[in-house]
């Protein structure tokens, strides 16, 4: 009896456990006009993008935990395709790539994720995503209405999503991604490639909906999205978006937080009252998800770094920093301001405000339910004076350029503008820890021509021959100006100009350094001029062409070139001026320590390394360094202090930290001169200094002891005062 009781209770037990289970499996994300709907019930979202390979899994628990505390739903990222399937076929999801590991962190702590799946992710990441193989794919044309494209957009995307279906991780399935991505910013280009463009965006909606994920498919920044797919905004400000039907919500997909750096630029900064009151004016005006880019930036470990030029930091200024601290004010102020606008969801989701004009720049939108829930948001958008307005026969105070949040149409509970929280001042400060050993290896280019990757009559482009295996091609070629260099017209030397499409250019002649020139995001082309220090008889001119990150956006940016382009010439010789582009040429892809594998423990005992090199005058230019550092004290995230070196890369334990740069410093940029109209703030500070100068070095790439640290310098710099130094917050209570 007792047994049969137990029995039926544990029959009971399970079948509303089965019940409620079959009601969740059951449960679709949808939308309507006001928001999404998850089971079922209208809800307004805040969102933050944290993007996983920009941070170490080691580091992902505590990153979201920040961010769930600071008021978030939900965390947005993109998925990087090129890391994922390196070459056709063969994937990847191993470490910082591991996905799954990922969404499930979120999933514990009980948030939820907008999975952008692209493939097309634009990011300031290496090719916009997208792996540099697919550029090779015979007869491929990206983003537009092309078969081999489609083909591998879809086998990606197929990709992905079952396997977040395998996983259970849809929010249809009780897992937590409540929206997908598809394609990304295709607006502006989709108006360029017209038709075709037009049957490529349709195609991508289908393509996706198909696949049938149980939770809405959205387009950022493409007005034309079909049904049912949401377009959605991207920008500094989005009050001013609406949806192109009216049964879709108002979707803010990238909020700026700030923006991010380039080499040779300077340092982005958004004041958080600006953002605030941005962010205040969307949900003011009826949006209901908005989404931080980014909420923490990270890192561009490795070669990931699109652009070019993208700095390895991808801080962006976000409320969280690169190395995982908080960031005051701007994490507080938004925390108040989430608190804020959540006490309204129940009046913002189910009802349209009442708009009152309270004054020229100060408005009331009244949001109230027939069962008494009203909330209110008091607007003065007049960014020089502030205002004092009558609301409900009471008086408010409005700063300039801000929003005052009545979540009981009585009492402010928040201003944009009034910012409590105190400035954090995170920091570098040294360690206890000493590079220890060092030794140096030359590069040695005097032998390039020994293996060569190929040789061509004429110049051919970087990319086709490196594929992307190395930044590094070399271009080598000789010249025979003749029995005696006195014969140079005038006694003048000779001038070499070499035109290069980008991105950095070294020129070598005779084994020596002549000069280096660099181009820019914007203008990647750079031309090298310089005397050509000549022999008589044979010369050798080895031109070290660099890429700096791959584009990542831009129309059909696959055919940009890189390279030297030609011409490369000799003027001033006493026969005249020689175009060299057309005679022979060989090429090289890589540094000789690359393929040796110095990076390594194991590679680095191939050569032979040399002591008490490292205070030679002047310093080398493409020398290799490696030195050992035990594990500082303390838990602090940690950097490397990179300011006396030129340009290259760094690795640590083999693991890639990334390109520095620290040669290049910031030009021309000017003060904080936001001036709180609708356009970009342009706050930008650093100038004349390098634009990025620590390295940010994961602690969960470390050991206690013996750490190896190897470094490529390009052209020259003072290893010897290299540091690793920690970061701190400097908030102070
Ligand atoms: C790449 O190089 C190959 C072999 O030299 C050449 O046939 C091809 O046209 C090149 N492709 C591009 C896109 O430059």
């Known amino acids: 009896m007792e047994t049969n009781n137990s029995v039926s209770k544990l029959f009971i037990l399970l079948s509303i456990g089965l019940l409620v289970n ?4 059951h449960t679709l994300v949808s939308y309507d006009k006001k928001a999404i709907l998850i ?32 008021g978030l739903d939900v965390i947005d990222t993109y998925v990087f395709w090129n890391i994922h399937e390196p070459s056709p076929g063969n994937y990847n999801f191993e470490g910082r790539y591991d996905l799954v590991r990922f969404i499930k962190a979120v999933q514990k702590q009980g948030l939820y994720v907008h999975l952008r799946i692209g493939p097309y992710i634009c990011a300031e ?35 992905i999503v079952e396997m977040m279906k395998r996983e259970n991780l849809f929010e249809s399935q009780g897992g937590p991604i409540i929206l997908s991505q598809i394609e990304n910013e295709y607006g ?44 959605t905004c991207n920008g500094f400000y989005c009050d001013g978006f609406a949806p192109n039907k009216p049964y879709k919500p108002t979707l803010w997909t990238e909020a700026w937080s700030g923006w991010f750096t380039e080499f040779g630029g300077p340092l982005n900064h958004r004041p958080v009252e600006d953002l605030a009151f941005a962010v205040a004016r969307f949900i003011q005006k009826g949006g209901s998800f908005f989404n931080y880019y980014m909420y923490h930036g990270g890192t561009n470990f490795g070669r990931t770094a699109g652009g070019p030029f993208i700095t390895t930091s991808y801080d962006y200024d976000a409320p969280i920093d690169e190395y995982g601290l908080i960031r005051e004010p701007k994490y507080g102020h938004l925390t108040e301001l989430h ?3 959540k006490q309204c969801e ?19 939108y009244v949001f109230s339910t027939e069962n008494g829930n009203c909330a209110a948001f008091l607007s003065n958008s007049d960014s020089k004076s502030a205002a004092r307005v009558m609301f409900n026969n009471l008086h408010y105070d409005l700063p300039p350029w801000s929003m005052s949040i009545l979540p009981d149409c009585r009492s402010v509970v928040f201003n944009t503008a009034i910012v409590g929280t105190q400035t954090s001042g995170n920091q570098m400060l040294p360690t206890n820890s000493e590079l220890l050993s060092w030794e140096t290896y030359d590069e040695d280019i005097s032998s390039l021509e020994d293996n060569p990757t190929t040789t061509a009559v004429g110049l051919l482009e970087q990319i086709n021959i490196t594929r992307d295996s190395s930044d590094y091609l070399w271009y080598i070629t000789s010249v025979d100006i003749g029995p005696s260099p006195s014969l140079l017209r005038g006694g003048q030397k000779p001038t070499l100009t070499v035109q290069s499409r980008g991105h950095a250019l070294h020129v070598f002649i005779n084994g020596q350094l002549s000069g280096s020139v660099y181009g820019t995001r914007e203008a990647m082309r750079c031309r090298f001029t310089g005397p050509a220090n000549l022999n008589a008889g044979m010369n050798r001119i080895a031109l070290l062409s660099i890429a700096v990150g791959l584009p990542n956006n831009g129309i059909h940016f696959e055919t940009w070139e890189t390279g030297i382009l030609g011409p490369v010439l000799l003027r001033g010789l006493d026969t005249g001026n020689r175009d060299l582009s057309w005679q022979k040429w060989t090429y090289k892809v890589g540094l000789k320590g690359e393929a040796m594998n110095l990076v390594s423990a194991t590679g680095i005992s191939s050569v032979e390394w040399v002591k008490g090199a490292l205070f030679a005058q002047p310093q080398k230019p493409l020398t290799w360094y490696k030195a050992y550092f035990d594990v500082p004290n303390g838990d602090e995230p940690l950097a490397l202090d990179m300011r006396s070196m030129g340009k290259g890369q760094v690795w640590i334990n083999g693991e890639s930290i ?11 940029c000017g003060l904080c001169s936001y001036s709180g109209t609708y356009r970009p703030p342009k706050c930008q500070l650093g100038c004349g200094e390098p634009t990025q100068r620590w390295y940010h070095v994961p ?6 002891t013996q750490n190896l640290l190897v470094i490529f310098e390009e052209v020259g710099g003072d290893a010897s005062k290299i540091s690793l130094v920690r970061r701190i917050t400097g908030k102070t209570i």
């Open 22 to 25: 079959a009601l969740l499996v």
């Open 699 to 704: 602690r969960s790439w470390l050991k206690p």
């Open 346 to 364: 129940q009046a913002l989701v189910s009802s349209d405000p009442t708009i009152t004009i309270l004054g020229s720049s100060q408005q009331a």
């Open 125 to 159: 990441w290496n090719f916009g995503g997208f792996p540099v193989w697919l550029k090779y794919v015979p007869g491929i044309s990206f983003r537009t209405d092309n078969e081999p494209f489609k083909a591998a957009m879809r086998g990606f995307t197929q990709k």
């Open 658 to 668: 990334g390109r520095y740069w620290t040669a290049y410093a910031a030009g021309s």
């Open 188 to 231: 502006p280009e989709g108006k360029v490639f017209g038709a075709a463009g037009e049957a490529y965006i349709n195609w991508a909606a289908s393509m996706a909906v198909e696949l049938d994920t149980g939770v809405p498919w959205v387009m950022c920044k493409e007005e034309d999205a079909p049904d049912p797919v949401i377009n």
């Open 339 to 341: 608190r804020a606008i």
């Open 39 to 70: 089971n079922g019930k209208r809800r307004i979202l805040i969102s933050g993008s944290i993007h996983y390979p920009r941070s170490t899994p080691q580091m992902w628990e505590d990153l979201i935990q920040k961010a769930k505390d600071g």
